[in-house]
């Protein structure tokens, strides 16, 4: 019986509507003054929608077996469920591991192929970008100790200690009230300004960098891929005309071996 | 007379000058102090403009018939004269119902060739906006939901709900002021940054996607025109050659039947 | 005399040479503790430098005499020299003037081929940008009609008139504290975030859009000289094979004569 | 026994740990709470790191000799070894001497070889960069000091002499809260917008214009390369046929020859 409900179109679709419906409820859920006065009925809403994830992993589990762990989404939304049946009395967690399940929206992604490419793309990105993530940790490890040294002591406390201290960089980074944070430190030293016009012109420059890099591997790909299809054509034009010629060639020789003959025999002919 | 009138080029320049007119009379309209007296004046032009707008309709749904819908700019038209016929004592939607014709300036997109190939391009990269569209509603959504219910009780009232979240999350998504809202979510527990920076992280990260998408999009069109016209001359050239030797195969196979000849004659001499 | 001077080297580096100290000087002049006391001093070098570029200028005349006013870099020059020379009382618009000649400084442009290459595919980069300009002043102009109407009456006085608006809404385009003004608005009515959202949403899609045609307009350039490159040599090759297989079209024609002539000759000996 | 050192890889290996390692020391220094009692401890570990350096240098000299300094990399650490040899009383010199140790740990791109690709590509687009900041530096140094004249007298003192006036200028490069320097400003001439909104239309444009040049510089690059691979494939195989068909012309002129002997003997036959 589980088999029949695993592989049936019902069975994924409805998993598919649950996720969809659990993710506008807890929408509207947001606004307070809508809810008020339905805990009552979110309560068992809440245990209805653990419960029927729970048999979901249960049937596929029962009928995959040892390949249910082969597929990545299924250690995805078996790692979600798990953490949602922890019984953790303390709220916040609670909510936080509840709230885990929202990701399971993201399944939606494998139904629609325009975004698998794009995701496929994010992901043919990754080597570029690995490389700029630790060039940029090492920057922003240098310069949040170089930081914490030299303002560690302002009021803000902006760069109490290193972890601090890179949270402000990223917050500079994104330009967010730099200056502010600039002039802080430049009452301390005039010349400290240079810290901070060479963090975002480096930072600047090695994203700057990381984009044209990705742009660059994008395009490698796609001359690869289409230096293929339109000079192929060419290639076997050529390929075509190169095996004409070979016939042409044992033609000729052909020829050459007749006319050798004819030759000899007038030459005998004449002795 | 309404067909003279409706293919008449002066016809269809006067409604570009009343447009255009009308933009500029509304733009002097803004500083109160030049107008201040002549709301008199404005009442009546307003009329007339509506009244010339309504036999512009009509003379050309009159000589168009049917044919008049198929234009989407005149359905575009049609309906914006409408909305302004509507009689609505409230004045604010009475204004904004008068400023809806200013959208017939988009009109002048039509006369410059220039212009519509720009919107043309807008469009070509629509197919990749909207799955970029669809992931980042996604996010926006997962995240404004996780926003709500971790930070819904802050005095600032910017995660009340749903909605005003995903309008925070767009304010932090351009950077403005987003270590503010930050500051505020970090009192609660100094964990949450990671909300923050890791919404900033993949959003930036999709839009550059988005961006490097559509570039290569733009350059798999470009290629697939150029390589037709670069790679076409050589083609000829290298078809040119093959019909060449297609020449020479015949006539040597003409010569090596001759040549046939020759040789058996020349046996059957001998013998 | 004035003929030689023209032409030698010296003068065009003199003239280089004053500019640049100009430059440095105005530049030195901006902290006052440094120049208090000089002010003596600077009427007299402002004087000289001023006597200095007339001399250069009635040089340049008195040789070239029509083709002077042929090269756009003299008219510049000449432009900003006369402004020099009005005597003007008014302080302000004096120091203006006295300003211009900085812009002098822009002739080093000529003497830096790397510079000027950039200047030119600044050029070449204008109509694009032409088309976008429009684009964006439609889009700014509707925008600002809407919003002084909208929010003119708001205390902060930033719809106060179009021009204004206008200027807001290049702040927004910046993102520069945009969510104050959003949030001013937004306390007349809670829908007009649409306002602020849309336009923020479309103005960065024309800019991105405006990017896009620029690398794919300098593309479809550096396409069109490369492949006349690579595929010059390869179509070269294909000439040479193509006068080749020419050449042996007309030997084995005159091959086949020469055959014929042998087979007639055998048949004749034969009957 | 220096030079079995030397060229040990354990030696390396052992100077890259300790280099980690001091970065990390340093790191977990920065937040005061963890060390305070540890200063005696980390005065001896200062002094040891120090004597390491000062071995590691001196078994790299005495094995290397001359040919030490011919790397750029020995240079680099000769010069942050010695600096912190320099026995400087003054605590803050003293601090910074110390930091510029942190900058081996960029050595560490030496072992990864993506990291020197993408330090390689940010070195080739250094070309384009230095125009890029020729002329940046003209348009701050000239609106620079027209900042200064016009706008100096302010009491916010962003404006006091030529360098303040740059700094305020790259502040609002960035868009950093530069409404509210400008709106100060158009509080003396309601027309000094002007200025501001110029200055970042133009520098944006000349960023776009850098951004731009570098990605069309790596296109080319790219694109020799790679035109190099796809086509010399077509190439060989056109040269391929080349040789081919000059087999055919010398068998065909050998043909040719022996086909004239057999014309000239049978015309002789016939005489």
Known sequence: MFQSIRHSQWFSNLTTAIIIGYAIVLGIKTSDSLTGSFDFLWFYLDLAITLYFLFEVVVKISVD?????????????????SITLIPISESEFMMIARLMRLFRV?????????????????ISAIPSIIDIVILMFIIFYVYGIVGSFLFGSLPSGLW?????????????????????????????????????VSFIIITAFVFFNLFVAVIIGEMENLRDKS?????????????????????????????????????????????
């Open 106 to 122: 993201l399944r939606l992604f494998q139904s629609r192929p325009e975004l698998k490419n794009i995701i496929d793309m994010l």
């Open 65 to 81: 077996r040892s390949e249910y762990f082969k597929d990545r989404w299924n250690i995805f939304d078996f790692l979600i469920i």
């Open 160 to 196: 109490d200690n290193l972890f601090i201290s890179m949270l402000t960089l990223f917050r500079i980074l994104t330009f967010e009230d730099w200056t502010d944070v600039m002039y802080e430190a430049m009452e301390l030293n005039s010349l400290y300004w240079i810290y901070f």
């Open 227 to 271: 230096s293929g299809s339109t000079l192929n054509v060419l290639g076997e034009k050529v390929d075509n005309e190169n095996s004409k010629i070979q016939k042409l060639e044992s033609e000729i020789s052909e020829m050459k071996a007749m006319l050798k003959e004819l030759v000899e025999r007038e030459r005998r002919g004449e002795s």
